[in-house]
């Protein structure tokens, strides 16, 4: 997780919006995504966004890429108690060694939201 | 089937045991993942197999033994373990080893005692 940076907490209130920010490494990376996470349970693919996009909205998701500044972020509009999770920043990074790419983690923001 | 499915969902094993983790999906992937997550922390890539051969070993120790044996499954066999390997074990599969959108399943919460 060390090339992959994040906040490590977040609270917000229920119907404001949050946005949990990221710092990647790699500028060759063709791929960035957000997991979330909820307690006990594995990782669900929120969003992803491919490297030659500046912008992605889903719903009540938006995801901007910087590259230039290596910065990605996850806006989640109108946040509910059910997204009080750990979301986690990703990015596919070519392991040389092996010839093929590997995903690589942010530490994860804990996200809670206040009723 | 969309899903990566892993049993058990929760193991208990002394450090003389031997036990084995399973993982399964039925979504023609052809890459399939072993990750480690502590607590608090992000997933730690173990093993990496690309149609059905191992591609990366991500140095484990070898008391962490993987298995492919066909293109839905995916095992990890553990013998002598010790309390530090205490962890949540994940499995996840993608369709090819450079494709996004890996599903991961919902892992086993293994404690060694």
């Known amino acids: 997780g060390e090339d992959v940076e994040q906040s490590l907490f977040l609270s917000v209130r229920e119907g404001d919006s949050s946005v949990i920010n990221c710092t990647y490494t790699d500028s060759s990376s063709t791929y960035l995504y957000w997991y979330k996470q909820e307690p006990g349970a594995g990782l669900q693919l929120l969003t992803y966004?491919?490297?030659?996009?500046d912008m992605k909205q889903d719903q009540r998701l938006t995801v901007l890429l910087n590259k230039k500044d290596k910065h990605l972020s996850l806006r989640i509009a109108d946040t509910q108690t059910g997204d009080s999770a750990i979301y986690f920043c990703?990015?596919?990074?070519?392991?040389?060694?092996?010839?093929?790419?590997?995903?690589?983690f942010g530490k994860g923001t804990k996200l809670s939201v206040i009723p | 089937d969309t899903e990566v499915t892993q049993t058990p969902k929760h193991l208990v094993m002394g450090m003389t045991n031997k036990k084995s983790l399973k993982c399964e999906q039925h979504m023609g992937h052809r890459a399939m993942y072993w990750y480690k997550q502590k607590a608090k922390k992000p997933p730690e890539l173990m093993f990496v197999?690309?149609?059905?051969?191992?591609?990366i070993n991500e140095s484990v120790p070898s008391r962490f033994s993987p298995e492919c044996p066909n293109s839905s499954l995916l095992n990890l066999h553990l013998h002598a373990l010790q309390p530090e390997d205490s962890a949540l074990y994940l499995c996840?599969?993608?369709?090819?080893?450079?494709?996004?959108?890996?599903?991961f399943g919902s892992g086993t919460r293994l404690t060694v005692v």
């Open positions: 197999y690309s149609y059905e051969k191992l591609s």
């Open positions: 990703a990015e596919s990074m070519l392991n040389s060694g092996a010839g093929s790419y590997q995903l690589t």
């Open positions: 996840a599969s993608s369709q090819e080893i450079r494709d996004w959108g890996y599903t």
């Open positions: 966004i491919f490297s030659n996009m």
